[in-house]
């Protein structure tokens, strides 16, 4: 009989299993054999890097600190990128982002023959067609069916490409998802006693569905949080972290020909989990609306300000249907911030209920405790928040509780993402389905972390560092870091929220890149070779990657780019132009070098325009005094 402990590899390596026995080498996109000849050489006097994300070997510009990987065929010119496809570095998860017609197409290569034919490629139909495991055959059918429902031909993504820059570099690194200081001393000290507690023996398996004390726990809380009383053991269901409770959800609720509507922009690991569950997603884009915008939709006085995201009903009334099985709903947002107000929500519930008995709600609610700008001047909402102040739960709405599963996990909440443990809480026919497919994913979470998050929980109520309880200081520690960070992005240029006019929760600030420093981003970096990027929608670096590669490069800070958090379509119709992705879950001292290393940004491309200048006004000087 297989160990319990060897059933998520056994898993996945049957969704993926192929029936060939020859390997293919994946080269940033490209799949080359075994035979394939790799120069062992250094070119261009270029060391090979090896990094956690990408292995490189790079050309150095001499005028700029940036390296150009150069992906070329033959000779001694041959640049060979190999790629990483599962580098972690935004909340431990990795994801591409296939074309929608990679599956009905069974792979094809869309992103990287785009990069390719920026590099003079050019890919035939039956080269795109090429299995992933079998670079010999033309037909993917070897390949397992959730790789064939990703697409078999995913190349780099925006988590390997930045995860690289992060190694590269000497960075303020504003990238990653999670806080880089230790969690609260109660839950260092709760996994420490857990972990010598001999009466209770945590370090073997315990129940499949959740350790008892922990499930527990999590219903006495959200009995409180949702006005339900919450069954603990049949409404909540434990799982290794938030992103597998959102897995499970999917593969419980989703057949072929579903279709899951996400609001855009979006988490990006939602797509990917929608396709392994053989959905399809519906993109409903929220709006951006600027501070200064009037009634024709224009800004005024040409100034670009930041703004607040908006749910138009009929943006969302429009792709509702009898095909909508699941809507998810992530609040506070990641990316931008955004707190879903109650109309909105309310808004959701009634199309939850338009689209029939089959649709319901996946509430995301991992950010919840960090809502550093709660909604103002609404009394039904207060009263709906009081066990979580400024958070709505979805599922304490009106008749929602039926149709609602509930996500959320320890990591933010105790800055402890590397615990990994998430859970789902809804009505018994909703979680029964999860309870039945566990088993067969993990036998369970581990039990040592289940009992330590079951003693912090009460513990976070009390009286903690002078405030009232734990969730209050989280808060205000986060509020204090937003407002760290805010200052040096408006000195250095971008357009951000005003936290006094918009709502906001998470760890991130979705800025805006305004006119000033579209100028000072140096020209070539939307140029070829700069722009040539297989990890970016379309293989195209567009305004918000080129920026933050910049960034990175040169300037020494380490952002997002918005265009992964949009759907491919609206990333390359320039959607996503205007904004990045910059976290401030991180110590004060990262964010200050941060802030230095922001100082004179949009002042940059004035000073290259004037060294420009002075270079050719001495240029015509040599040349009148009859100089060379």
Same mark, same amino acid.
């Given at each position: 009989?297989?160990?319990?402990?060897? $059933?998520?590899?056994?898993?996945?390596?049957?969704?993926?299993?192929?029936?060939?026995?020859?390997?293919?080498?994946?080269?940033? #996109?490209?799949?080359?054999?075994?035979?394939?000849?790799?120069?062992?050489?250094?070119?261009?006097?270029?060391?090979?890097?090896?990094?956690?994300?990408?292995?490189?070997?790079?050309?150095?510009?001499?005028?700029?600190?940036?390296?150009?990987?150069?992906?070329?065929?033959?000779?001694?010119?041959?640049?060979?990128?190999?790629?990483?496809?599962?580098?972690?570095?935004?909340?431990?998860?990795?994801?591409?982002?296939?074309?929608?017609?990679?599956?009905?197409?069974?792979?094809?290569?869309?992103?990287?023959?785009?990069?390719?034919?920026?590099?003079?490629?050019?890919?035939?139909? &039956?080269?795109?067609?090429?299995?992933?495991?079998?670079?010999?055959?033309?037909?993917?059918?070897?390949?397992?069916?959730?790789?064939?429902?990703?697409?078999?031909?995913?190349?780099?993504?925006?988590?390997?490409?930045?995860?690289? $820059?992060? !190694?590269?570099?000497?960075?303020?690194?504003?990238?990653? #998802?999670?806080?880089?200081?230790?969690?609260?001393?109660?839950?260092?000290?709760?996994?420490?006693?857990?972990?010598?507690?001999?009466? &209770?023996?945590?370090? !073997?398996?315990?129940?499949?569905?959740?350790?008892?004390?922990?499930?527990?726990?999590?219903?006495?809380?959200?009995?409180?949080?949702?006005?339900?009383?919450?069954?603990?053991?049949?409404?909540?269901?434990?799982?290794?972290?938030?992103?597998?409770?959102?897995?499970? @959800?999917?593969?419980?609720?989703?057949?072929?020909?579903?279709?899951?509507?996400?609001?855009?922009?979006?988490?990006?690991?939602?797509?990917? !989990?929608?396709?392994?569950?053989?959905?399809?997603?519906?993109? =409903?884009?929220?709006?951006?609306?600027?501070?200064?915008?009037?009634?024709?939709?224009? /800004?005024?006085?040409?100034?670009?300000?930041?703004? *607040?995201?908006?749910?138009?009903?009929?943006?969302?009334?429009?792709?509702?249907?009898?095909?909508?099985?699941?809507?998810?709903?992530?609040?506070?947002?990641?990316? *931008?911030?955004?707190?879903?107000?109650?109309?909105?929500?309310?808004?959701?519930?009634?199309?939850?209920?338009?689209?029939?008995?089959?649709?319901?709600?996946?509430?995301?609610?991992?950010?919840?405790?960090?809502?550093?700008?709660?909604?103002?001047?609404?009394?039904?909402?207060?009263?709906?928040?009081?066990?979580?102040? #400024?958070? =709505?739960?979805?599922?304490?709405?009106?008749?929602?509780?039926?149709?609602?599963?509930?996500?959320?996990?320890?990591?933010? *909440?105790? @800055?402890?993402t590397g615990w990994q443990v998430g859970w789902c809480v809804g009505p018994s026919h909703l979680i029964a389905p999860i309870h039945q497919i566990?088993?067969?994913?993990?036998?369970?979470?581990?039990?040592?972390? !289940?009992?330590?998050?079951?003693? @912090?929980?009460?513990?976070?109520?009390?009286?903690?560092?002078?405030?009232?309880?734990?969730?209050?200081?989280?808060?205000?520690?986060?509020?204090? &870091?937003?407002? $760290?960070?805010? /200052?040096?992005?408006?000195?250095?240029?971008?357009?951000?929220?005003?936290?006094?006019? *918009?709502?906001?929760? #998470?760890?991130?600030?979705?800025?805006?890149?305004?006119?000033?420093?579209?100028?000072?981003?140096?020209?070539?970096?939307?140029? $070829?070779?700069?722009?040539?990027?297989?990890?970016?929608?379309?293989?195209?670096?567009?305004?918000?990657?080129?920026?933050?590669?910049?960034?990175?490069?040169?300037?020494?800070?380490?952002?997002?780019?918005?265009?992964?958090?949009?759907?491919?379509?609206?990333?390359?119709?320039?959607? @996503?132009?205007?904004?990045?992705?910059?976290?401030?879950?991180?110590?004060?001292?990262?964010?200050?070098?941060?802030?230095?290393?922001?100082?004179?940004?949009?002042?940059?491309?004035?000073?290259?325009?004037?060294?420009?200048?002075?270079?050719?006004?001495?240029?015509?000087?040599?040349?009148?005094?009859?100089?060379?």
């Amino acid at each position: 009989m297989m160990n319990h402990h060897l $059933l998520p590899a056994y898993c996945f390596v049957l969704q993926s299993l192929t029936c060939t026995t020859q390997l293919a080498v994946s080269v940033n #996109g490209f799949h080359l054999p075994s035979s394939t000849n790799i120069p062992q050489q250094p070119l261009h006097h270029a060391q090979p890097r090896i990094h956690h994300g990408t292995i490189r070997r790079t050309i150095t510009n001499t005028n700029s600190r940036s390296s150009i990987a150069a992906l070329s065929e033959g000779g001694d010119d041959n640049e060979i990128l190999a790629t990483d496809r599962a580098p972690c570095f935004d909340n431990g998860f990795c994801v591409s982002f296939p074309d929608d017609d990679d599956v009905e197409n069974n792979g094809t290569a869309e992103q990287s023959a785009d990069a390719a034919s920026s590099n003079g490629k050019t890919i035939d139909s &039956k080269s795109r067609r090429t299995s992933a495991v079998d670079s010999t055959s033309s037909s993917p059918s070897f390949a397992g069916e959730a790789i064939q429902r990703l697409g078999s031909m995913t190349g780099p993504t925006v988590w390997s490409e930045f995860g690289r $820059l992060s !190694q590269e570099y000497d960075l303020a690194n504003l990238g990653q #998802g999670f806080p880089d200081w230790l969690p609260p001393d109660f839950a260092v000290e709760s996994l420490v006693s857990a972990t010598i507690d001999s009466t &209770k023996s945590p370090h !073997q398996y315990t129940r499949t569905a959740g350790h008892p004390n922990l499930v527990r726990q999590l219903a006495r809380r959200y009995s409180e949080h949702l006005g339900e009383e919450v069954d603990a053991m049949n409404e909540v269901a434990v799982t290794v972290g938030a992103s597998q409770a959102l897995y499970l @959800s999917l593969q419980t609720l989703v057949q072929p020909g579903d279709e899951v509507v996400l609001f855009e922009p979006f988490f990006d690991l939602y797509v990917n !989990q929608i396709k392994l569950a053989g959905g399809t997603p519906v993109f =409903v884009p929220l709006t951006f609306v600027p501070y200064n915008q009037n009634d024709d939709g224009e /800004e005024q006085d040409d100034v670009v300000t930041g703004g *607040t995201w908006i749910l138009e009903p009929e943006k969302l009334k429009e792709k509702i249907s009898s095909k909508t099985r699941a809507i998810i709903l992530n609040s506070p947002h990641n990316p *931008t911030g955004k707190i879903f107000t109650l109309p909105e929500m309310e808004m959701i519930a009634e199309n939850v209920v338009n689209a029939g008995p089959q649709c319901v709600v996946i509430s995301d609610e991992v950010y919840k405790y960090i809502i550093h700008s709660p909604p103002k001047n609404d009394e039904k909402a207060e009263k709906m928040t009081e066990s979580s102040p #400024g958070h =709505v739960h979805f599922a304490s709405l009106p008749n929602m509780w039926d149709r609602t599963i509930t996500v959320s996990s320890a990591g933010k *909440t105790f @800055s402890a993402t590397g615990w990994q443990v998430g859970w789902c809480v809804g009505p018994s026919h909703l979680i029964a389905p999860i309870h039945q497919i566990l088993p067969y994913v993990q036998f369970c979470a581990s039990t040592v972390i !289940q009992e330590a998050l079951a003693r @912090s929980l009460p513990r976070a109520d009390e009286p903690y560092e002078g405030y009232e309880s734990y969730y209050q200081y989280l808060n205000e520690k986060y509020r204090r &870091k937003r407002d $760290l960070l805010a /200052e040096a992005l408006n000195d250095a240029g971008f357009a951000i929220p005003d936290y006094d006019v *918009t709502p906001g929760g #998470g760890f991130f600030i979705f800025a805006r890149i305004t006119p000033e420093l579209k100028r000072a981003l140096p020209k070539e970096r939307l140029e $070829l070779p700069f722009c040539s990027n297989p990890a970016a929608p379309g293989g195209t670096a567009r305004l918000d990657w080129a920026l933050c590669q910049w960034m990175a490069e040169e300037k020494g800070v380490l952002c997002i780019p918005s265009s992964p958090f949009f759907s491919r379509e609206r990333a390359l119709e320039g959607a @996503s132009d205007e904004f990045i992705r910059v976290a401030f879950c991180k110590t004060d001292e990262t964010i200050e070098q941060a802030a230095l290393a922001l100082k004179g940004l949009r002042s940059a491309g004035k000073d290259d325009a004037d060294n420009a200048a002075d270079s050719i006004e001495k240029e015509m000087a040599v040349a009148a005094a009859g100089g060379v």
